[in-house]
């Protein structure tokens, strides 16, 4: 009888810690998958400041959009070397050259604050293609696509908002009988989703 009592005690207890067990697993919260977005980038930039579409003082507005990395590693180093991919645009409001871009961005965390980013591409853009039918206050770019590498500084205000400070640069490489190339200086604010 107290064998018989015994294991049903044994029982009864391994049956209230199945039930407390599957509760538990009830509880958690489902796994989200990750977002196909990762960030959003809107601001303004200087219009080739140094060259001759920036010679009054041109300007552009610009917005980007970067993706979630396709894989993340669990390595902080080695995600550094994973980039996002991005797509982005500047128009310009004088009537200069004005594109859209698509490449890959790396960056890196300095601080949990402050971080760099590098990015490369290409982009296609509605300006002059060569110097015999310019006028003086566009840039000869000799074709379309460019190449577009650009370079940035950013500063993380909250969770979710960012200010960032970007250099960019579109040239065709001396792929074209025209390279002088278009440089655009400018500050973004970023949300990141």
Known sequence: MRVGKAIGL???IASL???????????KPALTQPSLLSEFRFGFSAQD??????????????????????FTPSDLFTSYFIPRP???????????????????????DLTPQLFVEGSFGGAVHNGSRNHVSTPADLQPLGCSPLFREAGSVGVRLAANWSVVATIEHLSNAGSCSENRGLTNVGARVGYSF
């Open 17 to 27: 810690g199945a039930a407390g067990a599957f509760a538990a697993e009830v509880k």
């Open 49 to 70: 400041p140094w060259g001759a579409e920036g010679r009054d003082g041109s300007a552009n507005l610009t917005g980007e959009i970067l993706f979630a990395k396709p």
């Open 10 to 12: 044994s029982v009864l």
């Open 86 to 108: 991005h797509i982005g645009g500047s128009v310009n409001f004088d009537g200069r050259t004005s594109f859209a871009y698509a490449g890959l961005s790396w960056t890196v």
